[in-house]
């Protein structure tokens, strides 16, 4: 089993924690319990492709303006980041994007999956007037910027699970470049536990 | 020279540069039954049988020879070890009959992680059981481990009076790194399965943080050097300074509403917020706790104690599917109205000397999430704030103010007064004072076993020893002061009547007889029982 963590970023009304609320409630797994608390969640997904295992650790972040700063302590050493906007408040592609920039200027680590994600298509769906962010739009920048992107529901649900599927996917194919290029001096299993925390040299509480 | 010898003569920890980079979770796959019956092992200590003692002086004193300053700590760290392997009998015979076997109930697991126990991949990392790793530790084919940490504690606290933070850092992490891998040469660790050696690394951690504490944790390190009229350095001077810093925000800004930080509820009536109050206030005496225990673990367990409670507001509240919105908000307001000492220490405290392999997972995440809710205060001003009325804000700001004020000119009166006090005491010097003296000597030296003996042993989530110098101070003047069954008996009766105290406060809705109910199947583990009475309540 491999283990990720995931960060997720987004304005605060742009229901980021409901895609995760969608997600792990619909991938109910008989075999392994998922973790909901007050703001972390985890849940593991079997790749369709290769039956590889992976589990999710999901930091979620408070999305208040004034709680922006906060965000560093959270995605620090993350594997991925869902960045969430909200399709109908232009707004918050605007804030999407300064937490992609900030991710890509702070996060060094060039294989952070990042995913931009468009919630709550069901309202468009509904009234096509209400959309005000244009899929062309996000996904021409999401390409140009080198990202994932969906668009999803959680309310619906639509695309949620296609979602985690497709950053599980990316992740294991970094791994696995990860430990080919580590070549015949490391003969572990990708399988085995492999440690993602990275020491942490940053004495975070100090203010200056 | 190997490093074996390097350890055992003329350690220099700083210069054990090499061993940093190997790699401490090897862990063999050996999947034999990692639980022996401690029982039966308890047995055999009482017995007298073969186990040998834990410190062996002579051996300490010949391997240090030329050291300074030897005499003055070594007997300290024996005389503490031995009351350790005293108490700890007591409190295993004590719960081999009561019917809280909480010490050797394998079953028990941390709050942090009972989400997790179903997990049938991943070896069981939350397993967590310190008198077992003690009695492992004991055993005659872990003696060269023993050596080995004594040595390094013997020269940790005697080749320098002060380290600084980066040097303790790496110092106590190497040491980790090098005992981790003795853990695959020797017995009984050597053909462990990867539970239980887990549960051994978690254990050396313990062991030598609590041996460690008043030289690492700042507030404590400056007491120490204090007596010795030494300068601390400039990280743990850090340190101090943001726990005054942060001393004064919580001051500062102790008044405001929940308003101020986006906190809103949708009915939000008198009886709501007196029941949030409620919840702050024990998620408060959670995360007081932190200052009661000496190892990163514990402190940790700690802080995820306090988010549960905190959590629970939230699923009341039918806030939960916010997230960290509402979440955040919540903790930080938790903080400003608890006002715990020494937040910044001790998170630096975890963040140094907590192993990276052990920070993952929810607690983890909590951990993390108290560092950005300090940092948050710590800079927190009017800006911090969201402020629809100012005028009022304002005027609420101006009374504290003049409340701190007041309070600050009562306390210096206060000040003065003890000092008058003490002075005429002082130059009149009364007999009774001698009198009196051994007594309280006695006090203070059951206090101290008891300190150690919880903070050494015990999880966070079993004991409460706020009331632990009350308690052994009461007692030490009845005839039963060396009871110390007796007083841990009493001990966990406290606390376990102040859990049940807070749950049914908490759930009020709840039948009591459920939540009595509750605690004794979830063994009047807080975080445990909260989760329980989520699920129930839902």
């Known amino acids: ?208 | 020279m190997s490093f074996k010898d390097n350890i055992l003569n003329e350690f220099d920890p700083l210069a054990n540069n090499n061993n940093a980079s190997r790699s401490s979770d090897s862990a063999s796959n050996i999947n034999e039954p990692h639980k022996e019956s401690i029982d039966d092992e308890n047995k055999k200590t009482n017995d007298g049988g073969h186990i040998k003692p834990v410190v062996n002086k002579n051996n300490v004193k010949n391997t240090n020879k030329d050291d300074i300053n030897i005499l003055s700590d070594i007997p300290a760290i024996n005389a503490e070890r031995e009351t350790e392997t005293v108490v700890s009998n007591n409190l295993k015979e004590k719960h081999q009959y009561g019917d809280n076997d909480r010490v050797n109930n394998a079953d028990h697991l941390p709050v942090a992680q009972i989400n997790e126990t179903k997990e049938e991949i991943d070896s069981n990392d939350n397993y967590y059981d310190f008198q077992e790793f003690l009695e492992q530790f004991k055993k005659p084919t872990a003696e060269p481990l023993v050596k080995y940490t004594r040595s390094f504690l013997h020269n940790f606290l005697t080749q320098r009076s002060i380290w600084t933070t980066k040097e303790q850092t790496k110092l106590i992490n190497d040491f980790k790194v090098f005992i981790f891998d003795k853990f695959l040469i020797y017995e009984p660790f050597k053909s462990m399965d990867k539970t239980s050696l887990n549960n051994a690394q978690e254990g050396i951690e313990k062991l030598i943080m609590g041996k460690l504490y008043n030289n690492c944790y700042s507030p404590n390190l400056k007491k120490l050097l204090k007596n010795k009229l030494i300068k601390l350095d400039d990280g743990h001077e850090q340190d101090l300074e943001d726990d005054l810093l942060i001393k004064r925000k919580f001051s500062e800004f102790g008044f405001i509403k929940p308003t101020y930080l986006d906190i809103s509820f949708k009915d939000a009536n008198k009886k709501s917020n007196i029941i949030i109050d409620r919840f702050i206030n024990i998620s408060g005496q959670e995360l007081d706790k932190i200052n009661k225990f000496k190892s990163p673990r514990d402190k940790i367990v700690c802080i995820l104690n306090s988010c549960k409670v905190i959590f629970s507001i939230l699923k009341h509240n039918k806030l939960e599917q916010n997230g960290a919105d509402s979440f955040i908000p919540f903790l930080i307001y938790s903080l400003l109205k608890n006002k715990i000492m020494n937040l910044p220490s001790n998170l630096n405290y975890i963040e140094r000397f907590r192993h990276e392999k052990f920070i993952k997972g929810e607690a983890s995440y909590y951990f993390s999430s108290l560092q950005a809710a300090v940092n948050f205060i710590m800079n927190m001003d009017k800006s911090s704030l969201t402020i629809d009325n100012e005028e009022e804000f304002d005027k609420l700001y101006q009374d504290n103010q003049v409340k701190l004020k007041l309070m600050t000119e009562e306390i210096e009166k206060e000040k003065e007064h003890v000092e008058k006090v003490r002075s005429r005491h002082i130059s009149q010097t009364s007999p009774s004072e001698y009198i009196t003296k051994p007594l309280d000597e006695a006090a203070n030296a059951l206090a101290f076993k008891f300190n150690d003996l919880i903070s050494t042993f015990s999880d966070p989530m079993h004991t409460h020893n706020t009331e632990v110098s009350e308690i052994s101070v009461e007692n030490a003047n009845s005839e039963e002061s060396d009871d110390l069954d007796y007083i841990v008996g009493m001990i966990n009766d406290k606390e376990n009547r102040h859990i049940l105290k807070n749950l049914t406060s908490m759930f009020p809705d709840m039948l009591p007889e459920i939540i009595e109910d509750i605690c004794l199947a979830k063994k009047y583990n807080l975080g445990e029982c909260v989760d329980a009475l989520l699920s129930l309540s839902d």
């Open chain 1, 1 to 208: 089993m491999l283990q990720f963590k995931l960060v997720l970023l987004g304005d605060s009304s742009v229901g980021k924690s409901s895609i995760v609320y969608r997600f792990v409630k619909d991938s109910f797994d008989e075999f392994r319990e998922s973790t909901i608390g007050a703001a972390f969640l985890s849940q593991t997904i079997t790749l369709e492709e290769n039956n590889q295992v992976i589990k999710f650790e999901i930091w979620d972040t408070a999305g208040q303006e004034r709680y922006k700063s906060l965000a560093p302590m959270y995605y620090r050493n993350a594997n991925a980041a869902l960045v969430v906007y909200d399709v109908t408040a232009p707004d918050s592609l605007m804030k999407a994007k300064s937490w992609i920039e900030e991710l890509k200027k702070k996060v060094g680590n060039e294989e952070l999956v990042i995913c931009l994600v468009g919630n709550k298509v069901d309202i468009c769906e509904e009234d096509d007037t209400k959309r005000k962010i244009e899929f062309e739009e996000a996904k021409d920048w999401a390409n140009d910027e080198n990202l994932l992107f969906y668009e999803v529901s959680a309310k619906t649900g639509y695309n949620v699970k296609e979602v985690f599927q497709k950053i599980g996917e990316q992740l294991y194919e970094y791994k696995k470049a990860e430990q080919a290029n580590k070549g015949t001096q490391d003969n572990s299993n990708i399988t085995s536990n492999i440690r993602l925390q990275e020491p942490q040299a940053s004495n975070p509480t100090s203010c200056c």
